[in-house]
Structure formats: C-alpha cells, structure tokens
C-alpha cells in the first residue's frame, strides 16, 4: 500500500471500532491538542519519556508541517477524535535509518491500532528506501516491546539501565 499524498485507510479494530487513517496535515494542530488529554499520564510519559502537560506552537508545528521524503506521520481519528499518531522521521546523518514513535490513547489500546501503525511505517520506510527503524523507550514499556518484538523484522536491542534502544532491520523479515 503507497503512503503517500492520498493515503486514506479504514482500520477495523478488534473491538469492531473503526479509525479512519490518514497522513497529517498541517490543520491538524488543534486535535494534537484535544487528543493529549485522551491519553493518561502513563501512556504520555512512556511516549515522550517525560511530562508532556501541553504542546508547545514549536512542537504542533513540526508535529502537523512535514517533508513527507523524511519525515512521515500517520493520524488515526474516530468520531473526529486524534486517537493514534505514528510517525518516522529519517536521520540526517544516516539516510537509510528513521527515529520511529507512536502513540495510541488509552482507550484505543490493545485493539491492534498500535501493530497497524507500525506495519504502514514500515510500508512507508521501504517506499522511501529506509531500511531501519530506530527508537528508545523505558525498559519497562512492555506494551512497546511486545510490539517491536512481535514485528516480522529482526530486531537489534541494546539495554541500558531503565532505556532500551532498538533498531528493526526491514532488509530481515523472520522466517516461519
């Protein structure tokens, strides 16, 4: 599936919910702000590895104004709510690697939102010739871990006290 311009995708949820996905557009500033307060302080503190009590307008811009060579993110909405964002951003220093996140609010999680987004990054990764995506996060994300790990990719980790970083090789698809 091509993720790009007029990328527009309906996700059945496990729970029979639909989310609309789409790419980000710059309008979208105002929902970045609404969709902060559907998720917990748990979830927000695992996404940006801190507090994250509002976004500022230098934050809303990068996150809504992107270069959709090198920087993409993928917004899930239902009812006219930001439910999910993901999103990779390419490395200057190394053009076939990506800094890759997401987030999904609460009450939309473990419904595969979350495993969807990252399959359409990776679809996204390849289109734009970029063979890894990279991260970190807390240790203690077990949610995130499963899902990395649960990824049909290999992926490397490197533990270092309460971070993991890790970088899944979309050139080494699992066998079986």
């Not at 091509?2 to 995708?9: M, Q, T």
């Not at 807390?138 to 970088?167: K, Q, R």
Request: aromatic fraction near 10%.
């Amino acid at each position: 599936m091509e993720i790009g311009p007029g990328f527009k995708e309906t996700l059945v949820l496990a729970d029979g919910g639909e989310v609309q996905l789409r790419l980000v557009a710059e309008t979208d500033g105002p929902a970045f702000v609404a969709g902060l307060e559907l998720c917990s302080d748990r979830t927000i503190y695992n996404r940006f590895m801190g507090t994250k009590p509002r976004f500022s307008d230098s934050e809303l811009r990068y996150l809504t104004r992107v270069d959709p060579d090198h920087h993409v993110a993928i917004v899930g909405f239902q009812t006219g709510k930001l439910v999910a964002v993901g999103r990779m951003v390419r490395y200057a220093h190394r053009a076939d690697a990506a800094d890759f996140g997401l987030i999904v609010a609460d009450a939309w999680q473990g419904n595969g939102l979350g495993k969807h987004l990252l399959n359409r990054l990776t679809d996204a990764a390849k289109e734009r010739g970029i063979s890894y995506l990279c991260g970190e996060m807390f240790a203690t994300n077990t949610a995130m871990f499963a899902l990395v790990d649960g990824h049909p990719y290999y992926t490397d980790w490197i533990l270092d006290g309460s971070t993991a970083s890790f970088e899944i090789d979309l050139r080494s698809p699992k066998s079986g």
